[in-house]
């Protein structure tokens, strides 16, 4: 089972930066099948990212993907209010189960 | 846009079994070739896929779970259904209902079952 760890826990920026989240993985996702999720309080997750580059239907082109292998990054160009939230990476490239990290809350300053 | 409804109990007692059902509307459960799965969320253990089925009631479950998890689909209903036996406190959790069997596009909004005497 491949564990997916997500760093920082917290980080706290300002409306307007540019946000940095990045998940590192115990081994090599196969073909880099990575997908991005962020979660309001009280609400269901949402999917932001899938195929570590590919955005969902609707979401905003400040949300961006990278990486490979191991290391893959999301990245948030121009923070808005609506954006601070907590953020889960989920690996899907080798068989089930399927995994998540541990997630990272963005706050504001 | 397909949108998703858990309904269940939300309390349970211990070694029973969790019955939740997933209403799919707005669109079909048959079709598009979708997976539909379970995941539920622990505050201490985040999140974890418990298994998918297909409208044919083929089903792949997380080996952590296996022994304990039926997943069943009524396509005329459309709604698929999770049974999780011989529960303990740590199956407390928030228990979604998603559309996908990798990535999850679409997600109910989720309930909590809270497993106590």
């Known amino acids: 089972e491949i564990v997916l760890t997500q760093s920082p826990d917290t980080l706290s920026l300002s409306p307007g930066e540019r946000a940095t989240l990045s998940c590192r993985a115990s081994q090599s996702v196969g073909s880099n099948y990575l997908s991005w999720y962020q979660q309001i309080p009280g609400q269901a997750p949402r999917l932001l990212i899938y195929g570590t580059s590919s955005r969902a239907t609707g979401i905003p082109d400040r949300f961006s993907g990278s990486g490979s292998g191991t290391d893959f990054t999301l990245t948030i160009s121009r923070l808005e209010p609506e954006d601070f939230a907590v953020y889960y990476c989920?690996?899907?490239?080798?068989?089930?189960?399927?995994?998540f990290g541990q997630g990272t809350k963005l706050e504001i300053k | 846009q397909v949108q998703l409804q858990e309904s269940g109990p939300g309390l349970v007692k211990p070694s029973q079994t969790l019955s939740l059902t997933c209403t799919v509307s707005?669109?079909?459960?048959?079709?598009?070739?979708?997976?539909w799965s379970w995941i539920r969320q622990d505050p201490g253990k985040g999140l974890e896929w418990i298994g998918y089925i297909y409208y044919n009631g083929n089903t792949y479950y997380n080996p952590s779970l296996k022994s304990r998890v039926i997943m069943s689909v009524d396509t005329s209903k459309k709604q698929f259904s999770l049974r999780l036996s011989s529960v303990t406190a740590a199956d407390t959790a928030v228990y979604y209902c998603a559309r996908g069997s990798d990535y999850f596009d679409q997600w109910g909004q989720g309930t909590l079952v809270t497993v106590s005497s």
């Open positions: 989920q690996q899907y490239g080798s068989s089930p189960p399927y995994t």
């Open positions: 707005g669109g079909s459960i048959s079709s598009g070739g979708y997976y």
